[in-house]
């Protein structure tokens, strides 16, 4: 390889990402807080939110009747990237993804 280029990283993601476009209620240790979740899988998602949320910090996604309990793993400028706590099931998943449709 030459000097100065870098492999690119391996995809760490273990389950397959969905895109949505979904308001959620994401609750901090400040208080409640609104964003959108941008992509979801079975293991996390990625979201826009303008709130001070800081690399590591837990979190609970709200959205209807579905809590998810989640840790931020990156951040840049508005938007983050949370692994949930617990894997959810393909059925959640899939209800968050088919619930932009139902708007």
Do not use: Y
């Not at 400028?77 to 706590?85: A, I, K, M, N, P």
């Amino acid at each position: 390889m030459k000097q100065g280029l870098q492999a690119t990283p391996p995809d760490l993601r273990s389950t397959r990402r969905s895109k949505v476009f979904l308001p959620i209620a994401v609750e901090t240790v400040v208080g409640p807080h609104r964003a959108h979740l941008l992509d979801i899988s079975q293991s996390g998602a990625r979201m826009h939110v303008d709130a001070a949320i800081a690399c590591g910090e837990a979190l609970m996604l709200h959205w209807g009747a579905i809590d998810i309990a989640c840790q931020v793993c990156w951040r840049r400028e508005l938007f983050c990237g949370v692994r949930f706590d617990e894997q959810l099931s393909g059925e959640k998943v899939d209800a968050l993804v088919t619930a932009k449709n139902d708007a």
